[in-house]
């Protein structure tokens, strides 16, 4: 099956400062990106939808100017949490597909 | 998003029992119907999936059991090991699978004893 691979894997960053974090599909033509957020102990929740080489969908309650998504191409998608506050501490998790999911990057914001 | 509702919200079962998770929907759009198995600080893995036009379906010792008229279904893992013990999720989505994304129910912490 596909692979997706998440980087990094973990990050700790000061608050007010921004973080990167990248999602490659390997083997996997991904035209759509899922990002999902998953606080401690707690489910999995829809961040926004991107679409190669188009703007993000992003769902309700969900800052699309700190969430920046970019997806330039069919095997790499990218999140970047602008100005992360504390509040932003969570697990971040990217799905092209509803079979295949990252592995997840843990972000804390100190 | 509409509401996916999970429960147990843990559950311990002996090994080699059946380890049953149940769950409901609200929005009959929904047309595909997974499962998800996740370790921590790993992200999720399906497990089994099912779509409305059946009402169960069974890989291995993973069954699903769906009820249309009801809005329900439930995942039954059979001749459960200590290996099982995970957080459990349903989710739901429309869109055919693929191009929607999913709601997720809250997890089900299972913890099979040996």
């Known amino acids: 099956g596909a692979v ?34 998953q606080f401690p102990k707690q489910s999995l929740m829809l961040m926004a939808t991107s679409n190669e080489g188009s703007k993000a969908t992003y769902e309700q309650g969900v800052e699309k100017d700190k969430f920046l998504i970019n997806h330039a191409s069919l095997t790499l998608s990218t999140l970047t949490v602008t100005s992360a506050h504390p509040e932003d501490s969570s697990f ?6 509803t079979q295949y999911f990252g592995p997840g990057t843990r972000l804390t914001v100190l | ?34 499962w998800y198995q996740q370790f ?7 497990l089994i999936a099912i779509r409305p036009d059946v009402s169960e379906k069974k890989e291995g010792r993973f069954t699903i059991s769906f009820n249309k008229s009801a809005k329900q279904f439930s995942l039954h893992i059979m001749d459960s090991q200590p ?21 997720f129910g809250k997890g089900t912490h299972l913890i099979i004893q040996p």
Not at chain 1, 10 to 37: N, P
Not at chain 2, 18 to 27: K, L
Not at chain 2, 40 to 46: D, I, Q, R, T, V
């Open chain 1, 92 to 97: 971040y998790i990217c799905s092209p597909d």
């Open chain 2, 40 to 46: 921590p600080g790993k992200g999720p893995a399906l």
């Open chain 2, 83 to 103: 290996g099982d013990s995970a957080t459990y999720f349903c989710a739901a989505s429309n869109g055919g699978g693929g191009a929607d994304g999913l709601t």
């Open chain 1, 4 to 37: 997706v691979s998440q980087h990094p894997s973990w990050v700790i960053c000061k608050s007010g400062t921004s973080v990167k974090i990248e999602c490659r599909s390997l083997d996997f033509q991904a035209t759509t990106m899922f990002w999902y957020r």
């Open chain 2, 1 to 34: 998003q509409q509401q996916v509702k999970q429960s147990p919200q843990s559950l311990i079962v002996q090994k080699g029992g059946i380890s049953i998770i149940n769950c409901a929907y609200e929005n009959t759009a929904f047309d595909y119907f997974p």
